[in-house]
Nanobody
């Protein structure tokens, strides 16, 4: 099984920056996609950004130009650098590891709160 450990998040003022990281361990696979989703109160979970093991990113339009996703395959870790944060970025952010073939793992979530 794959386990995910998230770190980062917290409280920041609008315009500030935060970083998230997520490390995968256990029975990982070299080919996978890791990414971040978020869920605000009363809203559906949505993709923020994801990146394949080959380095191809997929970034939501709402955060494009402000958030950057990267990964270190040797460490099985994905990073999300969030700049120019807005109050509407406030949500619980979840790390995701997807290998296909039914293997889709979620982290426990980390709160990001942006005050105005």
């Amino acid at each position: 099984q794959v386990q995910l450990v998230e770190s980062g998040g917290g409280l920041v003022q609008a315009g500030g920056s935060l970083s998230l990281s997520c490390a995968a361990s256990g029975r990982t696979f070299s080919i996978n996609t890791m990414g971040w989703y978020r869920q605000a109160p009363g809203k559906q979970r949505e993709l923020v950004a994801a990146i394949t093991s080959g380095g191809s990113p997929n970034i939501a339009d709402s955060v494009k130009g402000r958030f950057t996703i990267s990964r270190d395959n040797a460490k099985n870790t994905v990073y999300l650098k969030m700049n120019s944060l807005r109050p509407e970025d406030t949500a619980v952010y979840y790390c995701n590891y997807n290998r296909g073939y039914g293997l889709d793992i979620w982290g426990q979530g980390t709160q990001v709160t942006v005050s105005s």
